[in-house]
């Protein structure tokens, strides 16, 4: 044990732990917010639903912004300023009453997730040998999935007791986190790796981004995939209730498998796949993300979609921690923060996903819907394949930027 704890910098254990406790905080608060909207305000059901939807709007396009800060000014400020607004957000939903006052409270939650996530992912490259991040990565992605398997049942017992009292507990969970990070930042000094160098502008960055086919076919095979992966959350609990009898109860098991099935096998299986190409992991990936989706199409019994639903989060232990690692290799160093930033622009597949997905189910049917998501996923691997060659052909190639 003492052996592995050696093996990672401090920070990274502390980034992890922290991960489970924030994260199974936020899964605490989060998707009880509709409901304690609809509880406590007369707030109209269009208007619950444009404040939940603010959040990943703006998260979607603050991760280039926190990124780019975070390359530029170092991980440190912009972590550690982030953390604590995040948690005076968390207060502020358990002492408002005021429509607008929910909307900037969740915008602002949106843009602290963006800005800290990309820079919490940069400073563990930064700390991290090459060799072993994307055990670090698959590391990071267990802790999400354990915060998000106990998160929900600690929230739905405390909205039994007390609405408020779950913001309040998440919100002090993030400032502990915050001050923990701060002695621990303070301790060890993390270097800046733009430090004695000049550092692009933000319109200098954009323009890297723009210029690299790699990153592009990579966001492009990501949006694919997250359009895929969003039809778990809205459409897949809705063709349950239209082919089996008890498809809540069912959709609730195939939530609790994914989440263990994460816990107990990330960890083996990045192992097993640390010494392949990182395109070859990502590329299983999506062929497992693939046959899962065909399977929830073909199959209308329990076996046969809890099997399909274990493919699924096994191409999801493969693809989604090596999609990190593969930004971190074709990220320059001066602008990792700002390329793990641009990484969020993947989330527009699940932002317009359940749109998609919601057209489908009311003109065909849920058999239709998921042999068609199951082919908008299979043609990620065709972006994922020439982003990897455009990058493997070119290694040094990157346009050179005036600053």
Known sequence: MRKIVQEYHPIV??????????????????????????????????????????????????GFVGGHLSDRYGRKIVMLSTIFVWASVFIGFALSSHVIAFMLLNALNGLCRSF?????????????????????????????????????????????????????????????????????????????VNEGKAVVTIKAAFTVIRKD?????????????????????????????????????????????????????????????????????????????TAGFFGFALFTNWTGLIVAMIVITIGEIFLFPSGSVF???????????????AAQLRSIGHSTGPIFGGWVLSQFNGHVLFLIIGCVVASSIVFYHYGNARYEKSLIERPVVSV
């Open 13 to 62: 254990w502390t980034l992890l732990a922290g991960t489970v406790f924030a994260r199974g905080a936020s899964f605490a608060a989060m998707p009880f917010l509709a409901l304690y909207l609809s509880k406590t305000t007369d707030i109209s059901p269009i208007l619950i639903g444009i404040t939940i939807g603010i959040g990943p709007l703006t998260g979607t396009v603050g």
């Open 116 to 192: 800290f996530e990309p820079t919490s992912q940069a400073l563990m490259s930064d700390v991290t040998p090459k060799d072993r991040r994307l055990k670090v990565f698959a590391m990071r992605y267990t802790a999400i999935n354990i915060g998000a398997a106990v998160g929900p049942l600690l929230g739905a017992y405390l909205a039994l007791v007390s609405a408020n009292l779950t913001f309040i507990i998440t919100g002090s969970l993030y400032f502990v986190y915050g001050l923990v990070l701060l002695l621990l930042l303070n301790k060890y000094e993390t270097k800046n």
């Open 213 to 289: 086919v790699s990153l592009r076919y990579f966001l492009l095979g990501g949006i694919l995939v997250n359009i895929g992966y969003s039809q778990i959350e809205s459409s897949l609990p809705q063709h349950l209730e239209s082919i089996i009898l008890d498809g809540v109860i069912l959709y609730s098991v195939l939530l609790s498998i994914n989440a263990v099935t994460v816990v107990i096998l990330q960890i083996p299986l990045s192992k097993w796949v640390e010494k392949w190409k990182i395109m070859h992991v990502m590329m299983l990936g999506a062929i497992l993300f």
């Open 327 to 341: 930004i971190d290799r074709i990220a320059p160093e001066e602008l990792r923060g700002t390329y793990f930033g």
